[in-house]
T-cell receptor, first 116, second 118 residues
Framework: AQTVTQSQPEMSVQEAETVTLSCTYD???????LFWYKQPPSRQMILVIR??????QNATENRFSVNFQKAAKSFSLKISDSQLGDTAMYFC?????????????FGKGTRLHILP | NAGVTQTPKFQVLKTGQSMTLQCAQD?????MSWYRQDPGMGLRLIHY???????DQGEVPNGYNVSRSTTEDFPLRLLSAAPSQTSVYFC?????????????????FGEGSWLTVV
């Protein structure tokens, strides 16, 4: 069964700094999707970035980028030039797109505080 | 607007009462799921469905029932509410295998339902 582990329950960084959130996962599949979702205090779930396992190039969305290491089963999120609005809970998620067990599995989350 | 609609947003129940959380999506997604979110526990999967007429249990299914009579709707039923079911509930949907854009899939979430059982 797939598992997703976020080893940092809580982190704090100063505004404008760069921060990296870690995520590791366990699967025997070769093709899958990985996601980072942001959940601000409003509790809304917001997609930050998505990575397809068959793509070797790391996904990037403006200040957000990932370091996808398929062999190591690692999917870390880097936030550059952090802003106060980045304060939120961040969830890493795994989804297998091809048949069979289609559960979407989430990690337990990392609570990120951006300090002024 | 396209998306996932959850109702109600807030609900207070007495122990032993039953209720249904509604979830509807208008994106023709095959995959729908229900999660509960508790402090320090992340999002735990309750039940999920890969298409109309097909449902399966997730990580924490006890005390909950689901059905999927149409592609659009995936209601979650609490048969006899207990204080341990006090939580925030999220419905989510996405494309299933072979459906949707080849460039990648996205999980769409409802806005959440805050349930308190007293």
């Amino acid at each position: 069964a797939q598992t997703v582990t976020q080893s940092q329950p809580e982190m704090s960084v100063q505004e404008a700094e760069t921060v990296t959130l870690s995520c590791t996962y366990d699967t025997s599949e070769s093709n899958y999707y990985l996601f980072w979702y942001k959940q601000p205090p409003s509790r809304q779930m917001i997609l930050v970035i998505r990575q397809e396992a068959y793509k070797q190039q790391n996904a990037t969305e403006n200040r957000f980028s990932v370091n996808f290491q398929k062999a190591a089963k690692s999917f870390s999120l880097k936030i550059s030039d952090s802003q106060l609005g980045d304060t939120a809970m961040y969830f890493c998620a795994f989804m297998k797109p091809l048949g069979g067990d289609d559960k979407i599995i989430f990690g337990k989350g990392t609570r990120l505080h951006i300090l002024p | 607007n396209a998306g996932v609609t959850q109702t109600p947003k807030f609900q207070v129940l007495k122990t032993g009462q039953s209720m249904t959380l509604q979830c509807a999506q208008d994106m023709n997604h095959e995959y729908m799921s229900w999660y509960r979110q508790d402090p320090g526990m992340g999002l735990r999967l309750i039940h999920y469905s890969v298409g109309a007429g097909i449902t399966d249990q997730g990580e924490v299914p006890n005390g909950y029932n689901v059905s999927r009579s149409t592609t659009e709707d995936f209601p979650l039923r609490l048969l006899s509410a207990a204080p341990s079911q006090t939580s925030v509930y999220f419905c989510a949907s996405s494309y299933g295998p072979g459906q949707g854009p080849r460039s990648g899939n996205t999980i769409y979430f409802g806005e959440g339902s805050w349930l308190t059982v007293v």
